[in-house]
DNA sequence: CACCACACTTTGCGATGCAAAGTATGACGG
DNA sequence: CCGTCATACTTTGCATCGCAAAGTGTGGTG
């Protein structure tokens, strides 16, 4: 019965990539999907609700592995640290996406089978 | 929070619990969310691709946080350590999974404005 | 000119994941 | 009857990591 079942490594989820499967860095991610023009340091700490060394160690590691560029400039006569995804960040990002996606999946169809099954994968 | 964009936390997704929300455990909890009746050591350590001492570790976490119990005891002249959720845990666990839901809308909405978009959670 | 606000960076530490080594016991071969 | 191997875990050690507090630098304000 090595089936579907007792197969090896059937919930590893190797796709879950540790340097996004985090939850400040989700959070980065996340924020920068849904701003393709860039988020400014300021913002990308106030939309996580990170604190500013939290966010600054964070971003060292995702730019480190080359998910996000960061370009240092100035506005306003200040310091403005520009942060966006790369191409790269974006294609990882969706493929750790579809690897939750499948967690989620999995976690569902075996919860509902159950009469306590409160999950529901569909409400907003 | 009127603005949905610029409100606070907006993606810091604080319900991600630190103590589910990471491989290994996330691994275990699917596994056992999957067998309701419960799981053997061994098994468990082949569903999850973890080493004997990575699975129990994980399990010491997981039990002294309520969410799995452990029960020892014998089987073929052998001990037999048998896991599963409990009751906590089964409802701490799709608390997790709304949130990892959420996660994934969030990111999947935002990354379908974008021409390369290769999600396809549901997408036209 | 002193002081404060803003925009980050660096440092320190406690917690954590992971793997290698350790323990205990039953089965098997000679 | 003894030694070796296999199973079933547990413990230990290290290297990493997240987090918060403190530090740096600069521009505006009274």
Do not use: W
Not at 46 to 72: F, P, Q, Y
Not at 105 to 118: F, I, Q, T, V
């Amino acid at each position: 019965m090595a089936r579907s079942d007792g197969a090896d490594g059937r919930f590893s989820y190797e796709g879950l990539d540790r340097i996004i499967h985090e939850k400040a860095r989700l959070s980065v991610l996340t924020s920068l999907v849904a701003h393709p023009k860039g988020l400014p340091f300021p913002d990308l700490k106030r939309l996580c609700g990170l604190t500013d060394g939290n966010l600054s160690r964070h971003l060292a590691v995702l730019s480190e592995a080359d998910l996000v560029s960061i370009e240092k400039g100035q506005a306003h006569n200040r310091p403005q640290t520009l942060c966006h995804l790369t191409q790269a960040g974006r294609t990882r990002f969706l493929e750790y996406l579809a690897v939750l996606e499948q967690v989620v999946r999995d976690a569902a169809k075996a919860a509902e089978r159950m009469p306590d099954g409160s999950l529901n994968t569909k409400t907003a």
